[in-house]
């Protein structure tokens, strides 16, 4: 009996053989946290967050945005305001935040959490404190800023790892139909 190059006659029986190109587990994460950031309203910066334990479960996805009952049509996105109470900074909840407070797990304790954008010193608290060992991440755009500098200082005292991901793949397309 004849067979192609992706079955394999065993028995007489024609077993079709697994696909050898699919996404490794961190690129999958590190999409998933991509793909949460494109639920953010923020007109400025859309970021995702993928809380993973160390058997490959995903136990939290957050993306920055206004608190449950706070209506995102209601409360300002500015980021360069007069007041500060005008600007968002006083009311977004941080991707990060999000996907460690809407965890389905009882805790979160020795995970990694996948970001797109380097946390910030108060989700850095919230890493610390929800036990969470290591932090991957894509962007460091705000390295500059004290808010990361002191994010990672409180990391490492911590020894919460933190390194930059490059994923293998440029992009990755969702196709709604179903085809390859």
Same mark, same amino acid.
């Not at 991509?34 to 993928?50: H, N, T």
């Not at 909840?93 to 407070?101: K, P, R, S």
């Given at each position: 009996?004849?067979?192609?190059?992706?079955?394999?006659?065993?028995?007489? @029986?024609?077993?079709?053989?697994?696909?050898?190109?699919? *996404?490794?587990?961190?690129?999958?994460?590190?999409?998933?946290?991509?793909?949460?950031?494109?639920?953010?309203?923020?007109?400025?910066?859309?970021? $995702?967050?993928?809380? %993973?334990?160390?058997?490959?479960? *995903?136990?939290?996805?957050?993306?920055?945005?206004? !608190?449950? $009952?706070?209506?995102?049509?209601?409360?300002?996105?500015?980021?360069?305001?007069?007041?500060?109470?005008?600007?968002?900074?006083?009311? @977004?909840?941080?991707?990060?935040?999000?996907?460690?407070?809407?965890?389905?797990?009882?805790?979160?304790?020795?995970?990694? *959490?996948?970001?797109?954008?380097? !946390?910030?010193?108060?989700?850095?608290?919230?890493?610390?404190?929800? $036990?969470?060992?290591? %932090?991957?991440?894509?962007?460091?755009?705000?390295?500059?800023?004290?808010?990361?500098?002191?994010?990672?200082?409180?990391?490492?005292?911590?020894?919460?790892?933190?390194?930059?991901?490059?994923?293998?793949?440029?992009?990755? @397309?969702?196709?709604?139909?179903?085809?390859?």
């Amino acid at each position: 009996m004849e067979h192609d190059d992706k079955t394999t006659n065993i028995n007489e @029986v024609t077993i079709q053989r697994k696909r050898e190109d699919p *996404i490794d587990w961190k690129e999958y994460f590190m999409a998933t946290a991509f793909l949460a950031a494109k639920r953010s309203k923020d007109p400025s910066c859309q970021v $995702g967050a993928c809380v %993973v334990s160390k058997d490959n479960k *995903i136990l939290g996805i957050g993306y920055n945005g206004m !608190p449950i $009952g706070c209506s995102d049509d209601e409360f300002p996105w500015g980021k360069n305001t007069p007041s500060p109470l005008n600007s968002k900074f006083f009311y @977004v909840c941080h991707a990060e935040m999000n996907a460690i407070l809407f965890r389905n797990s009882a805790d979160v304790k020795n995970c990694t *959490i996948y970001v797109s954008l380097f !946390p910030c010193n108060e989700c850095a608290k919230i890493i610390i404190q929800s $036990g969470i060992t290591e %932090v991957i991440y894509i962007s460091d755009k705000n390295a500059h800023k004290d808010s990361v500098i002191a994010s990672k200082i409180m990391l490492d005292a911590a020894g919460v790892k933190h390194w930059s991901y490059k994923p293998k793949n440029e992009k990755i @397309v969702i196709n709604f139909t179903g085809e390859a």
